[in-house]
């Protein structure tokens, strides 16, 4: 378990913003840390793995204290058992694939993880290639699989599908859920995305300017107080008034529904929602391959 | 024929006082790349003063420095026997000083075109400082390594004013081949001095090429 309990005073897009976090995080779980940009998401995981020192408080994990500003106590960063994957992936460009992997390698660790780690990322192909002969999906999954062979308890990830396309966002979120099984990590990710919330987290932490505001599970803190059996996220694309009626235009992976909205709801282009439906019958048919 | 001994003996002192330079020069631009010091600006002005001073300044310092009446200097000979007036060491001491921003300052740009990301997803997997300097650092700052070791070793080639001050004109010792061209000017020989003269301009020449060719393959390689 990780006890968070800091303060921090940072410079950000929003000006001078006093950060104080407290929470606590169960062990194996997966949890999105969510929130506009300047909120301190990225400075969140900065300070859990030891990049940046907060002005006070404490970080505990598992009983081990990580940080403690009153007794002196700042593990560092190499100490502290967290993977962390950069939002540019920070792979080393002088090194093939492999060497990234073998240099996070820690020197007492059994190499075999490494082929462990290539088997279920699929990067056998890709061992002997340069970084910056991959694509960004591939990179995103070589950064991935060299935070794995660290063998992290912590796996931190900041903003880690930003740079993808829809296709491959799907493709490494299963990536990311089948390490996060098959190593018992306990996870956290930052992302202002609530599809990518929906579909891994078990816990979502809601950030506004240096507090957290919510926290709970993502379909109960984004889908409200709706028990719908169908639901999808999506964003507001457009608005316009048919007849008697609001049409809202949403996008959703990369489809664009039409909606009827009430006229009363205080809906915007450009907010995040949930469609969500009771009772109908939908239609499942496979895919022609 | 002409007297190779000059050329040679500026090809020594080129190469010692490279190599010299680059060990010392790596933890200088990486401090002056990585502080948060107030005081940066003042180690970089001193770094850089050898580029604006006039040689011979840098060279009539230096001798005082090394004059066997001096502390310094009586000190070195007393206690080491090394006399920097006037000998090869002496040379050596004043080229380092003098071709020494040539080699910080690419090397410190190089240190701080690095993203600091790269540092960092190192320190997170337990790496010493010193080896994500050897392992990660150095092998993606290579252009500008070339660079800078090149340029110094090409300034060091052409220096003058420096080494006229503190070596003199002793063959084999301290006669470069640009004391040599100026020497066999003052003795009305110039087909020797054009002689030495399109050799230390051939071998600059060539030394430019090098680093351009080299800077040209790094910027496609960044842009592919």
């Given at each position: 378990?990780?006890?968070f309990?800091?303060?921090?005073?940072?410079n950000?897009?929003?000006?001078?913003?006093?950060f104080?976090?407290?929470?606590?995080?169960?062990?194996?779980?997966f949890?999105?840390?969510?929130?506009?940009?300047?909120?301190g998401?990225?400075?969140?995981?900065?300070m859990?793995?030891g990049?940046?020192?907060?002005d006070?408080?404490t970080?505990?994990?598992?009983?081990?204290?990580?940080?403690?500003?009153?007794?002196n106590?700042?593990?560092?960063t190499?100490?502290r058992?967290?993977?962390?994957?950069?939002?540019?992936?920070?792979?080393?460009?002088?090194?093939?694939?492999?060497?990234?992997?073998?240099?996070?390698?820690s020197k007492?660790?059994?190499?075999?993880?490494?082929d462990?780690?290539?088997d279920?990322?699929?990067?056998?192909?890709?061992?002997?290639?340069?970084?910056?002969?991959?694509?960004?999906?591939q990179?995103?999954?070589?950064?991935?699989?060299?935070?794995?062979v660290?063998?992290?308890e912590l796996l931190?990830?900041?903003?880690?599908?930003?740079a993808?396309?829809?296709?491959?966002?799907?493709?490494?979120?299963?990536?990311?859920?089948?390490?996060h099984?098959?190593?018992?990590?306990t996870t956290?990710?930052?992302?202002?995305?609530?599809t990518q919330?929906i579909?891994?987290a078990?816990q979502?932490?809601?950030?506004e300017?240096?507090k957290?505001?919510?926290?709970?599970?993502p379909?109960v803190?984004?889908?409200?107080?709706?028990s719908?059996k169908?639901?999808?996220?999506?964003?507001?694309?457009?608005?316009?008034?048919?007849g008697?009626i609001?049409?809202?235009?949403?996008?959703?992976?990369?489809?664009?529904?039409k909606v009827v909205?009430?006229?009363?709801?205080?809906?915007?282009?450009?907010d995040?929602?949930?469609?969500?439906?009771?009772?109908?019958?939908?239609?499942?048919?496979?895919?022609?391959? | 024929?002409?007297?190779?001994?000059?050329?040679?003996l500026?090809?020594?002192l080129?190469?010692?006082?490279t190599?010299?330079?680059?060990?010392?020069?790596i933890p200088?631009?990486?401090?002056l790349?990585?502080?948060q010091?107030?005081?940066?600006?003042?180690?970089?002005?001193?770094?850089?003063m050898p580029?604006?001073?006039?040689?011979?300044?840098?060279?009539?310092?230096?001798?005082?420095?090394?004059?066997?009446n001096?502390?310094?200097?009586y000190?070195?000979?007393?206690?080491?026997?090394?006399?920097?007036?006037?000998s090869f060491?002496?040379?050596?001491?004043?080229s380092?000083?003098?071709?020494?921003?040539?080699?910080?300052?690419?090397?410190?740009?190089g240190?701080s075109k690095?993203?600091?990301?790269?540092?960092?997803?190192?320190q997170?997997?337990?790496r010493?400082?010193?080896?994500?300097?050897?392992?990660?650092?150095?092998?993606?700052?290579?252009p500008?390594?070339?660079t800078?070791v090149?340029l110094?070793?090409?300034?060091?080639?052409?220096?003058?004013g420096?080494?006229?001050?503190i070596g003199?004109?002793?063959?084999?010792?301290?006669?470069?081949a640009?004391?040599?061209?100026?020497?066999?000017?003052e003795?009305?020989?110039y087909?020797?001095?054009?002689?030495?003269?399109?050799?230390?301009?051939?071998?600059?020449?060539?030394?430019l090429?090098?680093i351009y060719?080299?800077?040209?393959?790094?910027f496609?390689?960044?842009?592919?």
């Amino acid at each position: 378990m990780i006890g968070f309990h800091i303060k921090k005073r940072l410079n950000t897009s929003l000006g001078e913003t006093q950060f104080q976090f407290d929470f606590e995080i169960q062990k194996e779980s997966f949890t999105a840390i969510y929130g506009e940009s300047g909120a301190g998401k990225t400075s969140l995981l900065r300070m859990i793995s030891g990049l940046m020192k907060p002005d006070d408080g404490t970080i505990t994990y598992n009983g081990k204290v990580w940080f403690d500003q009153k007794k002196n106590i700042d593990l560092h960063t190499g100490q502290r058992k967290v993977g962390f994957v950069f939002q540019d992936y920070a792979l080393f460009p002088n090194m093939t694939v492999l060497g990234n992997l073998k240099f996070a390698l820690s020197k007492s660790a059994d190499p075999v993880i490494i082929d462990s780690v290539i088997d279920i990322t699929d990067l056998g192909e890709l061992k002997s290639k340069m970084p910056d002969t991959l694509s960004g999906g591939q990179q995103q999954r070589v950064a991935l699989a060299r935070a794995i062979v660290q063998q992290p308890e912590l796996l931190l990830l900041d903003e880690p599908l930003s740079a993808l396309d829809t296709v491959m966002q799907q493709k490494l979120q299963d990536y990311l859920i089948k390490v996060h099984k098959e190593f018992k990590l306990t996870t956290i990710f930052v992302t202002h995305d609530i599809t990518q919330i929906i579909k891994m987290a078990d816990q979502v932490m809601i950030l506004e300017s240096g507090k957290v505001v919510k926290a709970g599970k993502p379909t109960v803190i984004f889908g409200q107080s709706l028990s719908g059996k169908f639901k999808l996220s999506g964003r507001v694309l457009d608005i316009y008034a048919e007849g008697v009626i609001n049409i809202a235009s949403i996008l959703i992976g990369k489809d664009v529904i039409k909606v009827v909205i009430s006229g009363t709801d205080p809906l915007s282009i450009g907010d995040e929602v949930v469609v969500a439906s009771k009772a109908f019958n939908p239609i499942v048919q496979k895919v022609g391959e | 024929m002409i007297d190779w001994q000059p050329i040679i003996l500026t090809l020594q002192l080129a190469l010692v006082t490279t190599v010299i330079l680059f060990f010392l020069s790596i933890p200088m631009a990486y401090k002056l790349a990585f502080t948060q010091s107030s005081l940066k600006p003042i180690f970089e002005a001193l770094v850089s003063m050898p580029l604006v001073l006039p040689p011979t300044i840098v060279g009539f310092y230096l001798l005082l420095t090394f004059s066997p009446n001096s502390t310094i200097g009586y000190w070195l000979n007393n206690n080491f026997g090394i006399n920097l007036a006037f000998s090869f060491e002496g040379l050596v001491v004043g080229s380092l000083i003098y071709s020494l921003p040539f080699m910080v300052q690419p090397l410190q740009a190089g240190f701080s075109k690095i993203s600091v990301k790269l540092i960092e997803a190192a320190q997170t997997m337990g790496r010493t400082n010193w080896e994500i300097l050897i392992r990660v650092i150095l092998p993606n700052i290579k252009p500008s390594i070339i660079t800078a070791v090149v340029l110094s070793f090409a300034h060091t080639i052409g220096e003058f004013g420096v080494v006229l001050m503190i070596g003199g004109n002793i063959p084999g010792e301290t006669k470069v081949a640009s004391i040599a061209i100026y020497d066999e000017v003052e003795a009305m020989n110039y087909g020797a001095a054009n002689t030495y003269s399109v050799i230390l301009f051939a071998l600059s020449f060539l030394i430019l090429v090098f680093i351009y060719s080299i800077n040209k393959g790094s910027f496609k390689s960044i842009n592919s």
